[in-house]
């Protein structure tokens, strides 16, 4: 089955800084790669997704990279604001709108320091 | 999007007691699932919810300890028999729109003592 890998476990960064966070999956099938934010006591939201046919995403702040030769994909936060402190998961799916699992990765604790 | 609902938010039950969860969304949605999160760490994938069917569980769940029930399209439960302080944790319920984004519920704080 798929497995995807995330790095770093933990990440800190000075507020006005740029995070990085990545991740890697084994399954070349996998055609759907969707981030999760998930701040404390709080259920994980969807933050921002790509697909396999797309290399970039952007959304405001926020932007996803996919590099399909090498399995990963990176999410990129710009001019990060303490409300970016949280966990972050990154998932994979093989998606045909069929009965395919989301697999994620183990988490990103972010800490944006004042 | 959808909107989920989950019942109870957090509850505190007694070691050997059962406890079920409801799960109710807004709208008709493909797929229902249940999760499983402990403190710190990512998200364990207990089982989707079939309409009208058994189940499917991942490996290291079973439906004698985790019976599940999908009535129709928008509402599941999740029972957590027979507990034990090891199955403290939050519980999630996600669904799966037509467009294939998942979403997830409030969750459940459960805790055994």
């Known amino acids: 089955g798929e497995n995807v890998e995330q790095h770093p476990s933990t990440l800190s960064v000075q507020e006005g800084d740029s995070a990085v966070i990545k991740c890697t999956y084994s399954d070349s099938a996998s055609n759907y790669f969707p981030w999760y934010k998930q701040e404390l006591g709080k259920r994980p939201q969807l933050i921002i997704d790509i697909r396999s046919n797309v290399g970039e995403k952007k959304d405001q702040r926020i932007a996803v990279t996919l590099n399909k030769t090498a399995k990963h994909f990176s999410l990129h936060i710009t001019e990060t604001q303490p409300e970016d402190s949280a966990v972050y998961f990154c998932a994979a799916i093989i998606s045909n709108f069929g009965n395919e699992k989301l697999t994620f990765g183990t988490g990103t604790r972010l800490t944006i320091i004042p | 999007s959808a909107v989920i609902s989950q019942k109870p938010s957090r509850d505190i039950c007694q070691r050997g007691t059962s406890l079920t969860i409801q799960c109710q969304v807004d709208?008709?949605?493909?797929?229902m699932f249940w999760y499983r999160q402990q403190p710190g760490q990512s998200l364990t994938l207990i089982a989707t919810?079939?309409?009208?069917?058994?189940?499917?569980?991942e490996s290291g769940f079973v439906i004698d300890k985790f019976p599940i029930s999908r009535p129709n399209l928008t509402f599941s439960t999740l029972t957590v028999s027979n507990m034990s302080p090891e199955d403290s944790s939050i519980y999630l319920c996600?669904?799966?729109?037509?467009?294939?984004?998942?979403?997830f519920g409030p969750g459940t704080r459960l805790t055994v003592l």
């Open positions: 919810a079939n309409q009208g069917s058994e189940a499917t569980y």
């Open positions: 709208s008709q949605v493909t797929m």
């Open positions: 996600s669904v799966r729109t037509g467009s294939d984004t998942q979403y």
